[in-house]
């Protein structure tokens, strides 16, 4: 669905989730914004018991002209939308959303799918906000979102209080966004001063009092009161602090699902990647690697589970975890024998590589981006990095590159950003975004490179000797790698082993 096909309505009703987030405030107006320019009759509002009193969206809505409405329970249950309904950050049907009668319903929102009601739907649950997706959509249209200074603020705002002030941010698309939002300053350091209210800092320090530890695996989980997601990153990087805990979640429950804060000060585990598995196939997870957030949706979660108690849930999730992974030290690990060990000839074809030292310094943090694969880095002295199609990103150091590749006269492909989009890497120090094809050269292999390989019935972390010192995972049906030469181990995805090597004959 794009926006321009809901054009055929002449009045367009935008409804906004009951106790409506910054998230749902900002994409519902710029929802507004665009259909007002187009000539529509355009209603913005939202209902539930409640109406917002939270300081920081009544500033919101003061600063930015944002013209919410609220309508009652018993309002809505004798109004109808004359044209279309929009809801926008939820879907109609589910719990968080008060039902008002409709002929023609339409949805945008970045939770996993619930109730599927209506013809027109925009559900894409891999995004940090529903802000992301409406500024994606706006830009299909070729609207001029950054000539409107209030709607970008509206917009950033929406992702920025999502993903706990962008310490759980995830996503290629969330990062554009981000990045390429023009705001109003003024106005978002007066919001970024009205997230926490008094309240929120007394259901923070009850929260505190009432933990679980585990001592085994060294985690503690919090399921706090209901209060805005910031809180929930608050109460986790303070439990970041002590001693005894090397991982936390911390939760809360709202109408539809479970908001999740996860932290990790450990270099075997990465946040992003834990808060993908506690989500998994029940909702939507990921961010960085000490900082990560997610959320799980209470339908299919309880469909799935039944009545299982949430806490026992991350129990067990977390104790599962962090029982997963054999970890494997790049130092002192000695390749298995066996029969499951087969050897492999890598087919010899174009590889595009980058050397990150050429435009950015040694030690230097960045964020690579590349389709929706977004990795944080450290920059490594002489490391390079091979673009396989697909998103994925092979490092290896330099050693390694000099051994097996050498550089190709062949011309860069014209069409090779068509294939995984374009690669793209962002100084955190600058803020400035480099293309990564800008300084990428084709290579070959510079012989039939042979290698020793078995393909993985279980889960791994990988710790190569070079690098920043953090893991390369690796799943059951991928390939556990070393080349014969130098007995270099390296992770090959399972899903483009089979177009990279073949099987030597026995």
Known sequence: MKLSDLLVYNEIWIQCHDNPDPDAIGSGFALYVYYRSMGKYVRLF????????????????????????????????????????????????????????????????????????GDNLRICPGLGSCATLVWKMLCEEKYPVNTDRKMGTALYYGLYTDTNQFSELFGAEDLDMRDALVIDSHIMQKLRKTNLSLRELEVAGIAMKNYFYDPSHRYAIIKTLPCDSNVLGLIADFLMQVGEIDLCVVYNEVEDGFKLSVRSCIMEVNSNELAAYLTKEIGTGGGHYEKAGGFISKKLFYSRYRKMDTEEYFKICLSEYCEAFQLIKGTDYEFPEGKEVKTYTHIDRPVIVVRPESFLDVGSKVTLRWGQHVEDLEIAHDEYWALERGGYIQRMSRSIFNKYFEISDEEFPENYSDVSGLPTVKSWSDGRVFSIVGYAVICRDKGKLKARGMRLTRNIKYFPDWGDGRYISGYTGDYLMMIEKDKTIFIEPGAYFDSNYIPDEE
């Open 46 to 117: 939202y209902s539930g018991k409640n109406r917002i009193s939270k300081n920081n969206l009544l500033i919101m809505k003061e600063m930015l002209d944002i013209p919410l409405e609220y309508i009652s329970p018993e309002e809505a249950a004798l109004s109808e939308a004359p044209g279309l309904l929009l809801t926008v950050d939820c879907q109609y049907g589910s719990g968080n959303v008060t039902r008002i009668k409709a002929k023609n319903i339409a949805t945008i929102d970045h939770h996993p799918m619930e109730s599927g009601i």
